[in-house]
């Protein structure tokens, strides 16, 4: 992984130059490029304004509108190479990481990827932070599907909430099925959103500490981030599922 851990390294430092004021080679980049999008575990970790910039000059109508200074244009950039680096750094990951981000990335680009990528980032240095990215992502995913299928719920509501009133608009609720496998399975997969629930509560950054306070190891963020992942996953798809027109 060393070398293509130096490569995506020059691919980002050149899209770093390009966006602040240098002339880069367009060669170079397209060459850079299809090393990584020829690779479909990498391409899913690849930013997305590489996937759809198929040169340095589309790569340059995109920067210059999205960012005026180029102090936000390098941050960005970096921010956005972070899953893929991190991902080489170690060495690859778990081959679900790839997929679980290409299916959020096209879910919603915006935040719930976001969210995602974080957690996968945060998994090792920054367990706390993990395990608060992991609820997040979940909040995301329900709300926009609610938001989708124009169920009202409060703002304030906690994960367990927004998970019932999804898996009931999805008719993934253990109540609307009779078949005992079925019930078993949802209940399950009720029983892992109420659990990362409490782990964040008890376990992650997201509250106060008492004076001998719980410090979660990367192995509990890891199962965090591994679980949330997999819901998201499978709330996307049964939501894509219930939305296409029936052949």
């Known amino acids: 992984m060393s070398d293509l851990l130096e490569q995506a390294e020059t691919l980002q430092s050149l899209l770093v130059s390009h966006a602040t004021g240098g002339s880069e080679n367009d060669a170079d980049y397209r060459q850079l490029r299809q090393i990584f999008i ?4 990498l391409e899913a970790l690849l930013p ?9 000059f589309q790569f340059w109508e995109f920067i210059k509108h999205k960012f005026s200074h180029y102090a936000e244009r390098r941050a960005y950039i970096w921010e956005e190479f972070q899953p ?3 991902f080489l750094e170690r060495g690859g990951l778990h081959p679900s990481d790839a997929t679980v981000s ?22 090792q240095t920054d367990p706390e932070g993990a395990i608060t990215m992991a609820r997040t992502l979940l909040e995301s995913v329900c709300k926009h599907i609610l938001d989708e299928l124009s169920v009202t719920y409060e703002e304030s509501a906690d994960l367990p909430r ?13 109540s609307q099925h009779t078949e005992q496998v079925f019930k078993q399975v949802l209940g399950g997969c009720t029983a892992v959103v109420e659990g990362l629930g ?17 410090k979660p190891a990367a192995r509990h963020a890891e199962l965090a981030v591994n679980l949330a992942g997999a819901m998201a996953q499978f709330l996307v798809a049964t939501w894509r599922a219930r939305s296409e027109p029936a052949a």
Do not use: C
């Open 48 to 56: 997305r304004f590489v996937r759809t910039s198929r040169n340095l």
């Open 38 to 41: 020829s690779d479909p575990q």
């Open 198 to 214: 409490s782990l964040r509560n008890r376990l992650s950054d997201s509250h106060g500490k008492g004076r001998m306070p719980v």
């Open 162 to 174: 927004l998970y019932r009133l999804t898996a009931e608009a999805l008719n993934l609720s253990p």
């Open 84 to 86: 893929l680096i991190t």
């Open 102 to 123: 290409a299916a959020l990335e096209e879910f919603d680009a915006s935040h719930v990827h976001a969210a995602w990528s974080k957690a996968l980032d945060r998994r």
